[in-house]
């Protein structure tokens, strides 16, 4: 565990991490994810993409679940032709797949804040899903790599 109150273990092709609610634990996740992944051949592609869902995820967990102090738990998978992830934490209820997609054609200085996190996750991951149970999010995601 680190200062910040994150703790990680590693098991063979899988991470697990247990992260603070606070901003610096997006580096931590994301750098570690970097070393790991880079060492294990996943494609820069691939691991960009994953990088900029795990910020968005932890900044919304981090910013939008006023209160809540627990932990956010992280476990991703390397498989053979993607990377897994899952997202757990406390939060009230927020479903993405129930959001409107936002208006890309409308300026971003005339457009309702709030959105375009939920898109930017659609857009660079193959599949994601989510469930809300017992007062947590339950968020996972999966990458392939290009064939």
Request: glycine share 6%; proline share 5%; hydrophobic share 35%.
């Amino acid at each position: 565990m680190d200062g910040a109150g994150n703790r990680e273990t590693d098991k063979a092709g899988v991470r697990e991490f247990e992260l603070a609610r606070e901003p610096r634990s997006v580096r931590v996740l994301n750098d570690t994810l970097e070393h790991w992944l880079t060492a294990r051949g996943v494609p820069e592609a691939v691991l960009r993409a994953v990088q900029v869902c795990c910020d968005e995820i932890l900044a919304n967990a981090t910013h939008h679940a006023a209160g809540s102090r627990d932990p956010i738990r992280v476990r991703v998978e390397l498989r053979a032709d993607h990377v897994w992830a899952r997202f757990v934490y406390r939060a009230q209820d927020f479903d993405p797949h129930r959001q409107r997609p936002p208006n890309m054609h409308t300026p971003v200085s005339l457009r309702d804040v709030g959105g375009l996190g939920i898109h930017l996750l659609k857009s660079l991951t193959d599949r994601l899903d989510y469930r809300y149970r017992d007062g947590h999010h339950c968020l996972d995601f999966e990458k392939r790599y290009p064939s």
